[in-house]
C-alpha cells in the first residue's frame, strides 16, 4: 500500500475539475507540490472517462434535436421506460442474489447434519431437500447472472475492437447503427 497523500480530498477534487477546465498538469502539480506522474495517475482514466461521456451527451441532444417535438417526446419516454426497466431488472438480480445467498446458506447447514460415515443413513429425505434447496438457489441466481454474463461478454468484445459498447436504443433492438445518429424512418 502507499504512503498517505499530502492533499486531502477536497485539493484532489479541485485538481480534477481545474483539469476538466483545461488547466495543465504541470502548472497544478508545481502548485500543490505534487508530481505530474501522481496527477496523471489519479485523473487520466477518470477525466478520460468524464470527457467520452460528455461527447456521449452532446451526440446524444444533437440527435434528439433533429427530430420533432413530439418525437422527441416518445423518444424521452421510451428512455425513460428503459431506465425503470434496467433498474427493475438491477432489483430482480438483487433480490435473487440474496434469495439465493440465502437458500445455499440453509442447504449448507442441512448438509452439516448428514453422517458422513453412511450418508444414506436417514439422510435420503434430506438429500432430496437439500438438492431442491439448491436448484432453488441457482434459479434465483439466474437474472443477475445472465446480467452479469451480458454485460461481461459485451465489455469483452469492445476490448477486442469487434465492435463498440453498446449504448442507447439501437442497442436494444437490436440495430447495429451508431446511437447518436437518428434512425432512418
Known amino acids: 500500500m502507499g504512503r498517505p497523500s499530502k492533499l486531502t480530498d477536497a485539493q484532489w477534487e479541485t485538481i480534477g475539475k481545474r483539469l476538466l477546465a483545461g488547466e495543465s498538469t504541470s502548472a497544478l502539480a508545481r502548485e500543490y507540490k505534487v508530481s505530474k506522474t501522481a496527477i496523471s495517475v489519479r485523473f487520466s482514466k477518470r477525466n478520460e472517462t468524464i470527457k467520452t461521456v460528455a461527447n456521449q451527451i452532446v451526440e446524444t441532444e444533437r440527435a434528439l434535436s433533429k427530430l420533432n417535438v413530439s418525437e422527441q417526446m ?79 461478454e459485451a465489455l469483452e468484445e469492445a476490448g477486442r475492437g469487434k465492435k463498440p459498447v453498446p449504448t442507447g436504443l439501437n442497442h436494444f433492438y437490436g440495430e447495429s447503427s451508431d446511437p447518436a445518429e437518428p434512425a432512418d424512418a
Open 74 to 152: 416518445a423518444a424521452r419516454s421510451l428512455a425513460d421506460s428503459l431506465k425503470d426497466i434496467s433498474e427493475h431488472l438491477a432489483g430482480a438480480a438483487r433480490y435473487g442474489a440474496m434469495t439465493a445467498h440465502r437458500l445455499a446458506g440453509i442447504a449448507a447447514q442441512q448438509v452439516e447434519k448428514i453422517d458422513d460415515a453412511d450418508p444414506l443413513k436417514k439422510s435420503a429425505t434430506q438429500l432430496m431437500g437439500i438438492s431442491a434447496l439448491t436448484k432453488l438457489a441457482n434459479g434465483a441466481s439466474e437474472i443477475g447472472l445472465n446480467l452479469l454474463r451480458a454485460n461481461k
